[in-house]
């Protein structure tokens, strides 16, 4: 990255050194005393322009800052609340100061993989990936009772929610699982299940790496069927925007 002084600098240097090559030959001391020099009558000047870069500094670090995530010196981090409609709520946590959440419409996307030196398609999409920041809670979009908690090859570690409306809740790919989190333990909405991760498809329980961060939801009805999660995912993350 470079600061604002430094990129003043490298400006000033090809006038400087086309000056004269007796110019050009001089310590980079006397340069920058050259570049520094003060006009007379120029005090206010020379201070406007070092709080300008002084600003411009500033401005810099603070998108530096965000762009990598941190949170400010002094400020507390949390994460927000959930925020609930018709019982549901969105299963990514937001936070108060920077989360990156990234969704859309990937149902039924199609699904390959490299069969004797050809890519062929070896099944769809069935749910919605969810990208978000590793270790961001994931919490129950639905009250419901724990029904598998576990590895699973394509999954990763993975839990599987049977809801109050009697659909199959399906979170993976977790990096670990919530505190308390075992099958048959009722789960209320909102309760944390785990934290994002980017597990699977790997035999070892905990192989990990093989894609980006991101929580996989799916929904299963009584009858065995996947639905498309993205409608509801969408109207819940806007419940959420709306209010935090
Ligand atoms: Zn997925």
Redesign the pocket.
Known sequence: MSTPGQMKAKRNVPTTSMKTAETARQPAGTHRRLIGKKAPGSVGAETTRRTLLTMRLLATLAVAVLMVGEIPVGAESRWLSPVTRNEMTFPVARSNWYSVINFRN?WHAPRMRLIGGLWRQIGV?????IFAEPGTPVRAILSGTVERVGWTFYSGWRVGIRGTDGRYWFY??LRQFAPGIRVGAPVTVGEELGYVGNTGYGTEPGHDGEFTY?L???IQEPGGAWVNPYPLMRRLYRAAAEQT
């Open positions: 990937d999409h069935e749910g919605n990936d993976a790919h991101h996989h939801v799916g």
